[in-house]
């Protein structure tokens, strides 16, 4: 099974340009990029930022790109988003945790669970309860079958200061969760704007570069800055025996 993985478009308002691009063109020319190198894959996931301020033109303007799409496209939030307006054009979203936007794709006899880590006013990330518990359901629902997590948050720290002071906030409490489920084979992020990989606490992890503007490889307590990279997106294949994601970097429009 394929299945591709953008993040961070961070669409602004109509015409307006954020870091020195448009992100409504630079999202349509991804999706153009991946529909036509990667037609088989079963979907498109946008884990998180899909707007940079939470306008509702700007989640209209996604909603008429993703009009025109051959490949399904699940989207998820980030703490860029605001979850009335997406609801307010994306009223079919949520599934059974509202108001939370999260959802389980079952592909053959893969589960693709898609986690809501947005908390309002904060750019950390939150995994309440209810969130939690809707978690712990789907888990039970999978049975044996392999799960993998997308969140667009981390729950843990890469090595940058300003990425992990604004990572998930409760880690400890997604982990108990977890712990007791051995068929969660990958965790699949956003939010960091780079591609980066690893292990936490014994899972798989992988995240992506964002669609509009990229972070710069500052480690340590270095300030935050935005780099000049190419954006770019992750070519999940997913079988019994393996994950693999590849990395594709697109040139600039």
Known sequence: MKVIQLSDSHLALPGRQLHGSLPLERLRYLLAHATDHHGDA????????????????AYLELRTLLAGQRLPVHLMLGNHDRRTAFRQVFPEYGDGAEP??????IQDRYHLLLLDTLDEGSASGHLC???LSWLSAQLQAAGD??????????????GMAPLDNCRLDNPDALHALLA???N?????????????????RGLPFSTVKGCNHQTALRLGALPHEHSGEAPGYGVILISDESTVVHYQDVPDL
């Open 42 to 57: 079963c979907c498109i996931i946008i884990s998180g930022d899909l707007t940079h301020r939470g306008e509702t033109e």
């Open 100 to 105: 939370f936007m999260q959802r389980v794709i």
């Open 129 to 131: 309860e209810r969130r």
């Open 145 to 158: 079958n392999p799960v993998y997590l997308f969140m667009h948050h981390p729950p843990f720290d890469v």
């Open 180 to 182: 007791g489920h051995a």
């Open 184 to 200: 969660v084979r990958h965790l699949f992020c956003g939010h960091v704007h780079r591609y980066i990989s690893g292990t936490w």
